[in-house]
């Protein structure tokens, strides 16, 4: 679940904790801004990048993060 409003209410949470107990990935469309975005698409490519990333969908709307650790 995409979730668009942050924070969420208190009607939202006990739904969303029954929901991520069944195994669903909450994800808040919340755009980085380390990227330097310089549109608006930036700014949905970065979210629609981040949902494909935990889809395990190949796409290349922006570089993903890696730490030292993950290159070698």
Known sequence: MVNR???MSRIKL???I????T?????PAAPGF??????????????????????AIPHSLN???RS???SG
């Open 5 to 7: 409003a942050m924070p």
């Open 68 to 70: 030292p650790a993950d």
């Open 34 to 55: 380390y990227l330097k975005p310089q549109s608006i698409d930036d700014l949905v490519d970065f979210v629609v990048g981040r949902v494909l990333d935990l889809l």
């Open 23 to 27: 195994g669903l990935v909450i994800f």
């Open 14 to 16: 006990p739904n969303a």
């Open 63 to 65: 570089i993903r993060w």
């Open 18 to 21: 029954r929901l991520n107990e």
